[in-house]
């Protein structure tokens, strides 16, 4: 459909239009010989959601993330929320303050009156939102969800599937609240670029490795040699690596090889083909490290290199195929 035909079934103006399409909210296809748009469903569909968001106050730049990369969806819908609170707070003690003021106004009022009586209210700053603010439940699902959404079949998911993904939040939530706590706080250092790169680069990597045959896991075995050789050789991979492991690596590996992972083998099918070539490929490495003088080599250097900041053995394979892939997936190196 062409510009008249958007505007009219959205509502907005070609101003609008061509904004958001600069903006890379929209990409319509154009016509080679005339230059013009020709919109799809799917456009209508997105100029639907933008105006959703920007009536809730979300950002361009917000947006835009969420149009792009879906899955971030909740991670700034429940940011927002909780915004919103604080921003109501704010409001609710503005309005309490300007009703105490209004009703103590003399009705001869001059400026020493006024402020006499305004050194006595008191207006709530405008401040952003803390980091440091309590930690609820939907903060505890939206991290489930960033950890597990790449292996989710698609929707709707069978009653049993249900089921089962409850009961994953719920032991999440129940034995590894403080895991979720910093996983939640690392997010939140994050920018809406780290945050599109984490969600896209991680799921590529899960389907890649997801997709491999036998002699795929032995080559990945040999990439994931160079990989580690390379990470040693940079020091910002070395530095970032021990200020994300508490905070990130460490937690998040320990959601991943306890026993919710019995779960969504069973909820996920993509999970068990992602489970199994990584143990094919890591026991690969694993023997490479243990039993070659090259690779011993390399895993005493780890060891006095990070010290208390890396447990190859008790991880099972979660800190090796990070080791190999930090630089991509957290630092947005390319593969």
């Not at 909820?267 to 083909?273: A, E, N, Q, R, Y």
Request: hydrophobic share 35%.
């Amino acid at each position: 459909m062409r510009m008249q035909e958007i505007c009219k079934i959205s509502g907005f103006t070609k101003r609008n239009i061509h904004y958001y399409i600069k903006e890379g909210l929209l990409s319509p296809a154009s016509d080679v010989q005339n230059g013009y748009y020709d919109f799809s469903e799917e456009e209508v569909k997105r100029l639907s959601l933008i105006r959703l968001f920007r009536n809730a106050g979300l950002s361009i730049s917000v947006i835009r993330s969420i149009l792009n990369t879906p899955d971030s969806t909740g991670l700034y819908l429940n940011q927002h929320i909780k915004e919103l609170h604080k921003e109501k707070e704010r409001l609710e003690g503005i309005l309490s303050a300007m009703n105490d003021l209004f009703e103590r106004l003399p009705v001869n009022t001059d400026i020493d009156k006024l402020y006499a009586l305004g050194t006595q209210i008191h207006i709530p700053e405008i401040c952003s939102y803390p980091e440091s603010d309590s930690f609820d439940a939907n903060d505890k699902l939206q991290v489930n969800r960033i950890l597990w959404i790449h292996f989710l079949p698609e929707p709707p998911l069978t009653e049993y599937q249900e089921f089962l993904w409850q009961k994953l939040n719920h032991l999440t939530n129940i034995q590894y609240n403080e895991n979720c706590r910093k996983i939640r706080q690392f997010l939140h250092t994050l920018d809406i670029t780290d945050i599109d790169r984490l969600f896209k680069k991680k799921d590529k990597h899960i389907n890649y490795v997801a997709s491999l045959d036998h002699d795929g896991c032995l080559q990945y075995a040999e990439e994931m040699k160079n990989r580690i050789r390379a990470f040693m050789k940079n020091k910002e991979n070395i530095d970032a690596w021990k200020r994300y492991y508490s905070l990130y690596i460490y937690p998040e590996i320990q959601i991943y090889d306890s026993e919710i992972c019995s779960i969504m083998l069973e909820i996920s099918p993509l999970f068990v083909d992602y489970c199994t070539n990584i143990h094919l490929t890591c026991e690969r490495v694993y023997v490479w490290l243990q039993q070659t003088l090259e690779g011993k080599a390399l895993e005493k250097q780890l060891l006095d290199l990070f010290d208390d900041k890396i447990d190859l053995i008790h991880s099972q394979h979660g800190e090796l195929e990070l080791l190999a892939n930090f630089p991509q997936l957290i630092l947005g190196a390319d593969w």
